[in-house]
Every structure is written in C-alpha cells, then in structure tokens.
Nanobody, 132 residues
Framework: QVQAKESGGGTVQPGGSLELSCEVS????????IGWFRRASEKDILEGVA?????????????SVKGRFTVAQDSSDPRVGHKMSLKMNTLKAEDSARYYC????????????????????WGQGTQVTVSS
C-alpha cells in the first residue's frame, strides 16, 4: 500500500519562507503523480497548488503560487519510495492553510488539470500559518 506523510509546517511572518516535505512510501517501482493541496480553515475549498511526476521533471503550479512555490523530488529510493519537497517563498497571509500531500499511480506526467483527478493516497496534512 502507498502512504504519504507530510512534515515541516509552522508559523512564519509575511514575506518569509517555509519548506514542506512529503515522504511517499510503498510500491516504489511504480511511477506516481504527487500533488500538494491546501485547505484554508475559513474556506470549504481544497485547492491544488503544485504537482510533480516521480518519473521525470514535469511540474504544475496554480496561478496563486506560481513563481513563489517550487515542488521537487529530493530523492528516490527504489527500495523505499520518494521524498518530495514544497519550497514556499514570499509567503502571504492567504497562504495560511492546512497543506496535504497526495499520491496516485501515473504512467504519464500529470495533466494541466491534475487537481481534478482522483488521488487515492493522502497524508494527514501539516498546518502553515502566515501571520505577523
């Protein structure tokens, strides 16, 4: 079975930076799409902010984070799984949310509308608060 686990959340001032990590374990031999989603506490909307494919460098970003966030695959161990990161710069108050890492099996890189696809494996999430 595939599992995703996030870490690295916290509180940061506006304009600051934070890095989230996601460890994806299970079925390491199968290519996956990894998506970062967020849900603000006052909104009932799950927003897809970034996606990456474990089989290559294909990435996607939402307009709200493009140019500020960077998603990457930091390591890949065929025996264990993948470690992904979401580097967030120039953070704004509206970036405050619970961030989730999700995975799905992907033969091909994620499409431009990846956030509408079904991700079957989700982490518990990690809270990011941007406040002065």
């Amino acid at each position: 079975q595939v599992q995703a686990k996030e870490s690295g959340g916290g509180t940061v001032q506006p304009g600051g930076s934070l890095e989230l990590s996601c460890e994806v374990s299970g079925r390491p031999e199968v290519k996956k799409c990894i998506g970062w989603f967020r849900r603000a506490s006052e909104k009932d909307i799950l927003e897809g902010v970034a996606a990456i494919w474990t089989g290559g460098e294909m990435t996607h970003y939402s307009d709200s984070v493009k140019g500020r966030f960077t998603v990457a695959q930091d390591s890949s161990d065929p025996r264990v799984g993948h470690k992904m990161s979401l580097k967030m710069n120039t953070l704004k108050a509206e970036d405050s949310a619970r961030y989730y890492c999700a995975a799905k099996f992907c033969v091909y890189p994620p499409s431009g509308r990846w956030y509408e696809e079904h991700f079957g494996f989700w982490g518990q999430g990690t809270q990011v608060t941007v406040s002065s």
